[in-house]
Every structure is written in structure tokens, then in C-alpha cells.
């Protein structure tokens, strides 16, 4: 039997999608869904919003930004369901957060003029809060970093936040020798072997290079997906020009994609000068 939806604003016609797609004259497979396999089509979607991002391709990011609305509002609708919340609670609770965290722009607070101050003051109202929500005697305000993030992006907000208190080095010469002192362990490990204390002292490696990031405000993310980039197009650079003379990667020598390579490199120069 068809079903039509209503012919409300834009907003109630897509929760009453969901409804109806989670109803029991919905769809089979929606009815289905749970937390946990909705969490994994969400995280899948936020990655290709992300990417439609770094395209800067407005009609893709328009559509990743529908699909993830999408997804935000059926996950809702799960817990609606258990009468737990509704998505009007989860609009409703943001909100309030974005104006408490605000006072210096819906409150009385007027000494707020730089972005620093407006850092600090965010950090100041995320303590109290935490505080506040602690129910834990063993809890601690690094409990606020999701442990589902990537490492480098939990690392980078994990420093960020043991800085706010004040552990952290006084400036960028202090993590620099950090980052040459861990170097130096591993390359020490290197030569004795042993493969735990190898990804020990390689892990400590990059904890200390993401620190680097912070203090020279380049996110540790950003950096490596731009090098990740960087790297496909040169490589792919390398493979086209070996086909257009009838070869592969496999019968061409080190040396000979050692020097495309370089053309490769030269040309990016050439272009952005």
C-alpha cells in the first residue's frame, strides 16, 4: 500500500518519514535497525560529509549534510521509541549548551573580545559542567575525550585539554626537543629490536609530534590528510605517465618513478608560483 506524507514544512515531513519507515508499515529493514547498526552508517556518512568538504563541492556537501540529518533523526526516533528521548529534546538540549556556553553573547559577560578569550571561557563552562555531571569518583576531565575518535585527533584534544590545566611545556622549543628525544629512543629500540617496545617507542613518537601540532596550530589531521593527498596525486602522476608509454609500475625501476616522482614535485612548484 502507498503512503504519502504530509504536505507540512520541510522539518515534520522528515520526522514523519522516519516514523513511518520505523512503523509496522514501514520498511523491513529500518524496523531493524538498532543504536549499534545505525552508529555505523552514521560515522560512514559524517566521512564522505567530510570529504564533500575538502572537495568544496557545495551540491555534494548540501546532499552528505541531508544524509546526515538523516541519520541523526532515525537514531532519535530509536530512543523516542523507548521513550528515552525525542529529537525535539536533542534541538531543544543543544541549544540551551550553545547559549550557556555563549554568555558573551546572551549573557551579562562583557570582557570576551578575542578568540582566545572566548577559548578559555568555552573550557572554563565545560570544567563546571563536567563537574557538575561527574558521577564517578574516579572520573577525570580527560573522560570528556571520545575514546572512538581517531588517535591522532583523541591525542591532539587529550593534550589540548592537559594544557588547559597547565601540564603541558612552556613553548614550541620544549616539544621540539621532546619530539628529538623520542626520535632518538626509537631509533635506539631500532637497533636492539624487539617489536612492543618498538610500537611503544613509535606511539610516543607520534603522541609527541601531535603535541608539536598544537603548539605551531597546524591539526595533526588536516596536516596528514593534505600529505595523504599529496602523496596519491604524485604516485597517480607516476602510473599515468608510465601507461601513456605503454608500462606498468611493475616493469618500471626505483630509479625510474624516483625521478617522475621529482617531475611530479617540480611541477606543483611551477604551478603555485
Known amino acids: 500500500m502507498e503512503k504519502a506524507l504530509g504536505s507540512g514544512n520541510c522539518y515534520d515531513r522528515l520526522i514523519e518519514l522516519v516514523k513511518i519507515l520505523r512503523s509496522d508499515r ?7 535497525q538498532t543504536p549499534e547498526s545505525i552508529k555505523l552508517y552514521l560515522l560512514e556518512e559524517v566521512y564522505e560529509l567530510l570529504h564533500a568538504v575538502e572537495l568544496g563541492a557545495p551540491g555534494k556537501i548540501c546532499e ?13 526516533r530509536i530512543f523516542e521509541e523507548s ?14 549548551k550553545m547559549v550557556r556556553r555563549h554568555p558573551h553573547v546572551f549573557g551579562q559577560v562583557n570582557d570576551v573580545s ?5 577559548k578559555s571561557q568555552w573550557h572554563e563552562i565545560k570544567t563546571e559542567e563536567a563537574k557538575r ?7 577525570s576531565f580527560l573522560d570528556s575525550v571520545p575514546k572512538k575518535l581517531p588517535a591522532l585527533m583523541r591525542a591532539y584534544r587529550l593534550g589540548e585539554r592537559a594544557s588547559k590545566f597547565g601540564f603541558d611545556w612552556p613553548d614550541t622549543e620544549g616539544v621540539l626537543k621532546k619530539v628529538e628525544e623520542e626520535f632518538c629512543e626509537l631509533k635506539d629500540v631500532l637497533d636492539k629490536g624487539g617489536q612492543d617496545r618498538l610500537a611503544e617507542e613509535f606511539g610516543d613518537l607520534l603522541f609527541s609530534i601531535v603535541n608539536l601540532s598544537r603548539f605551531i596550530k597546524v591539526h595533526p589531521e588536516t ?3 593534505k600529505a595523504i593527498s599529496k602523496f596519491i596525486t604524485r604516485f597517480k602522476f607516476v602510473e599515468k605517465t608510465l601507461s601513456k608509454q605503454g ?3 611493475e616493469s618500471a625501476s626505483l630509479e625510474e618513478m624516483d625521478k617522475l616522482w621529482e617531475e611530479c614535485k617540480k611541477m ?6
Open 26 to 32: 514501514g520498511c523491513p529493514w529500518d524496523q531493524k
Open 64 to 76: 552528505e549534510l541531508g544524509d546526515v540529518l538523516f541519520h541523526i533523526v532515525f537514531l532519535a
Open 83 to 96: 521513550n528515552a528521548f525525542n529529537i525535539e529534546g536533542v534541538i531543544e538540549g543543544i541549544t540551551e
Open 114 to 118: 578575542t578568540v582566545d578569550d572566548v
Open 133 to 139: 555531571n561527574s558521577v564517578n569518583a574516579d572520573s
Open 223 to 225: 596536516a596528514l590528510s
Open 247 to 249: 608500462r606498468s609500475l
Open 268 to 273: 606543483e612548484v611551477e604551478k603555485s608560483e
